[in-house]
Nanobody, 116 residues
Framework: QVQLVESGGGLVQPGGSLRLSCAAS????????MGWYRQAPGKQRELLVS???????VYLDSVKGRFTISRDNPKNTVYLQMNSLNLEDTAVYYC??????????WGQGTQVTVSS
């Protein structure tokens, strides 16, 4: 199992960019599928993108072409590069680690606010 710590959120203008980081403890990070989720006020938490242990990715249509997930297994870190941000991207962003036979692990969340 791993512990996840997210960082990189903040205030950004429409059209701007941010890169979120999710740092995991433990040496078993490479065996987990990783995902980025977000939850806006009053809305359900939604899966934005996942990346498997083999590097396969699946993106939500609304972020496809704007957001990019990557992982650096030696550094036990997964990233979310976010470009062309708009007001609808304002939310708390969460990192999740999933592995068959183990409970899902969640980060604490990091706030992203897009405002002019």
């Amino acid at each position: 199992q791993v512990q996840l710590v997210e960082s990189g959120g903040g205030l950004v203008q429409p059209g701007g960019s941010l890169r979120l980081s999710c740092a995991a403890s433990g040496s078993i990070f490479s065996r987990y599928t990783m995902g980025w989720y977000r939850q806006a006020p009053g809305k359900q938490r939604e899966l934005l993108v996942s990346i498997t242990t083999d590097g396969s990715t699946v993106y939500l249509d609304s972020v496809k072409g704007r957001f990019t997930i990557s992982r650096d297994n030696p550094k036990n870190t997964v990233y979310l590069q976010m470009n062309s941000l708009n007001l609808e991207d304002t939310a708390v962003y969460y990192c999740k680690a999933a592995r068959r036979g183990y409970s899902d692990l969640w980060g604490q969340g990091t706030q992203v606010t897009v405002s002019s």
